[in-house]
């Protein structure tokens, strides 16, 4: 390539200086004409480097020029232009598959990168229109929230607390209320009459076993007075007592706990949060702290037959028997219709030996209640143990008959039929016990009230001996 390049250069520069002869000679003789030379684009045939036309005088010297062109093109036709290109085309090949592979892998990682941006940006707009509409809800709770305040408000600065046992009602000014003091005037009253109409709820037998309809009347009544409570009001004992009430019978006794305890610290003698406070600690069976409250309501409303009941309960729960009689006697003087309380100072009776009153006492309770199978039962046990045997059968049957799955008196009876031989009854019952609690076949091959039947085939068959 090289040695091409020299004779191009070698050629130009001979043609020019024949060119410059040629003028000179033309101008000094006048007879010669130059003619340029033309080239026709896009010619076939291979253009002749230089094309001259000249004087007749001056053969000599386009001879000399004709033979050195043709000694020139017959110099370049020599040249090998075949040149081994073979590792260079190899190159540039494998430079065009590197170049389409990184284009390739270019345009892959451009999709990539887009799917990447569309779902970040896809993220991106979830997370707007999620805080939307957080921001939305947020202040729908903060205008609904406001605008109870802004009610309060008005309520703290109209409304004066009274140290009524019921809440006050605000007193309308001589131009008339605004609507929303009228609206709050209105739920005043409305919470008032609804605590006058609920007495149950201040019944301590009923109050801490409310039906679902006493539930929800407890609700509406709550609603009222949390609302109340928001708007400024110094709300009396009672309805803080209300509200650890529904608590209570949401066995929720935690919180309730926490708000009696507020209660009688502004209060110490409001009887009924200390009635709840000890009916939560007995059902806890924290029988010592249901003592202290109980104990204290007693004092405070020394006629309430519902206190007595559950502080001579709670004390027969502690073994302080004595304490527990003087309870429940008084009780029963006070509500002598109560079988429960009659049941209950039986016990007493029992665990203090006292046979003869524990009798009586499961008397009353049965006769009072005549399908309180629990009292019949206890009655024949006690009559049992004075060896009455036919009162205490008695009292068995009525039990099983009030109750046909009552196995505890379906046992003691067979035992008294034993103890009497009358051996039908004995075995029939003790079947039927069995066939209730199991239980009851190794207790009978032990129990001393069977031993005539140590010898019974059936009653070897029942008890599986």
């Not at 001979?14 to 010669?32: M, P, R």
């Not at 229109?129 to 609904?144: D, E, H, K, N, Q």
């Not at 429940?328 to 209950?344: C, Y």
Request: proline share 2%; hydrophobic share 40%.
């Amino acid at each position: 390539m090289r040695n091409i390049a020299f004779l191009v250069i070698i050629i130009v520069t001979v043609a020019i200086a024949v060119s410059c002869n040629i003028q000179n000679t033309a101008d000094e003789k006048g007879k010669a004409k130059v003619v340029s030379e033309k080239q026709e684009t896009g010619s076939k045939q291979p253009s002749k480097i230089f094309t001259k036309v000249i004087e007749k005088d001056n053969e000599d010297i386009l001879k000399s020029l004709s033979a050195l062109e043709e000694n020139l093109n017959q110099k370049i036709e020599s040249i090998n232009v075949n040149v081994d290109n073979t590792n260079v085309i190899k190159s540039i090949n494998d430079l065009k598959v590197t170049i389409s592979k990184s284009q390739a892998e270019l345009a892959d990682s451009i999709k990539a990168s887009n799917m990447t941006y569309q779902k970040n940006l896809h993220q991106i707009l979830i997370a707007i229109l999620t805080a939307v509409v957080a921001i939305l809800l947020t202040l729908v709770l903060v205008f609904r929230y406001l605008k109870k305040f802004i009610i309060e408000s008005m309520i703290i600065t109209s409304h004066n607390s009274t140290p009524d046992s019921t809440i006050a009602t605000s007193v309308e000014s001589e131009t008339g209320a605004s609507p929303i003091l009228s609206a709050i005037n209105e739920t005043v009253n409305t919470l008032n009459k609804n605590i006058t109409e609920a007495k149950y709820l201040f019944d301590p037998e009923k109050a801490v076993k409310l039906d679902n309809s006493q539930k929800a009347s407890l609700l509406a009544i709550n609603e009222d007075i949390n609302f109340l409570r928001k708007a400024g009001y110094e709300l009396m004992p009672q309805h803080d007592y209300l509200t650890a009430l529904e608590k209570v019978n949401d066995k929720n006794y935690s919180e309730a706990t926490t708000i009696l305890s507020n209660i009688k610290e502004t209060d110490e003698k409001y009887s009924p949060a200390l009635f709840l406070s000890g009916y939560i600690a007995y059902v806890s069976r924290k029988y010592d702290v249901a003592i202290e409250n109980l104990e204290k309501a007693c004092k405070l409303e020394p006629e309430n037959a519902a206190y007595l009941i559950s502080y001579g309960n709670a004390c027969l729960k502690e073994k302080n028997y004595d304490e527990s009689a003087t309870a429940l006697k008084k009780a029963v003087e006070i509500k002598p219709n109560d079988a429960s309380a009659w049941n209950n100072l039986a016990h007493v009776y029992i665990m203090s030996s006292k046979m003869d009153e524990a009798i009586e006492a499961f008397g009353k309770a049965a006769e009072i209640k005549p399908d309180f199978h629990e009292a019949l039962h206890n009655l024949g046990l006690a009559l049992g143990k004075q060896k009455r045997y036919e009162e205490a059968l008695e009292a068995f049957e009525k039990a099983i008959a009030i109750k046909d799955d009552k196995h505890e008196s379906m046992y003691n009876a067979s035992c008294v039929y034993a103890i009497l031989g009358k051996r039908d009854g004995a075995l029939s019952n003790l079947k039927n016990a069995i066939a209730l609690s199991p239980d009851y076949a190794a207790k009978a091959k032990k129990d001393k009230d069977f031993k005539s039947f140590k010898d019974d085939e059936e009653f070897a068959k029942i008890i599986g001996a």
